[in-house]
Antibody, heavy 122, light 111 residues
Framework: EVQLVESGGGLVQPGGSLRLSCAAS????????MTWVRQAPGKGLEWVSG????????YYADSVKGRFTISRDNSKNTLYLQMNSLRAEDTAVYYC???????????????WGQGILVTASS | QSVLTQPPSVSGAPGQRVTISCTGS?????????VHWYQQLPGTAPNLLIY???NRPSGVPDRFSGSKSGTSASLAITGLQTEDEADYYC???????????FGGGTKLTVL
């Protein structure tokens, strides 16, 4: 059974940093690209960042480029999101999800974690 | 403002059929990129409902179907049930943004 479990969320002051982790199990982790999607309170879904299975290729939404860094440790079956210079508008539930599809442009998100809340507020 | 446009809400009575539209442009749906749909029940994570425009993952009832034409896509739900009350999101890839994009979401109410 595929499982994705996020951790590391919490309250941080604007301008601060936080690192999210996503522990994966139930599949061959390094065979899959992974991604982060967020949802602000009462709002819709927003894709944040993605990473290829080998960790070589990274992708970022314009809203987080230069502030967030995605990475993975395939030996630990874990995906990370380092979030720096956090802003109030980054407040959201962050979901870890598995990418799936024939090629990059056709990727969809076939498994999701339960989500973790990040609040950037003073 | 979402790149993909969905109606904010739709509603229907139990047993009825509803459709949810997803309108894009020449840089996403119109460029030939697949459309995928997700169901988000209240207080839970999204769940994949339709992938590759019209394919259902195992376990998804055949009451749910998807289609795509031109710069738009649609999700149809037949035989509405109360447990279908949820938010529904479409998703595709956008070449102008070089990233994956979602619709703003549609809240389905079963009357």
């Amino acid at each position: 059974e595929v499982q994705l479990v996020e951790s590391g969320g919490g309250l941080v002051q604007p301008g601060g940093s936080l690192r999210l982790s996503c522990a994966a199990s139930g599949f061959t982790f390094n065979n899959y690209a992974m991604t982060w999607v967020r949802q602000a309170p009462g709002k819709g879904l927003e894709w944040v960042s993605g990473l290829s299975g080998g960790g070589r290729n990274t992708y970022y939404a314009d809203s987080v480029k230069g502030r967030f860094t995605i990475s993975r440790d395939n030996s630990k079956n874990t995906l990370y999101l380092q979030m720096n210079s956090l802003r109030a508008e980054d407040t959201a539930v962050y979901y870890c999800a598995r990418f799936h599809g024939g090629n990059l442009q056709q990727y969809h998100f076939d498994y999701w974690g339960q989500g973790i809340l990040v609040t950037a507020s003073s | 403002q979402s790149v993909l446009t969905q109606p904010p809400s739709v509603s229907g009575a139990p047993g009825q059929r509803v459709t949810i539209s997803c309108t894009g442009s020449s840089s996403n749906i119109g460029a030939g990129y697949d459309v995928h749909w997700y169901q988000q029940l209240p207080g839970t994570a999204p769940n994949l409902l339709i992938y590759g425009n019209s394919n259902r993952p195992s376990g998804v009832p055949d009451r749910f179907s998807g289609s795509k034409s031109g710069t738009s896509a649609s999700l149809a739900i037949t035989g509405l049930q109360t447990e279908d009350e949820a938010d529904y999101y479409c998703q595709s890839y956008d070449s102008s943004l070089s990233g994956w994009v979602f619709g703003g979401g549609t809240k389905l109410t079963v009357l």
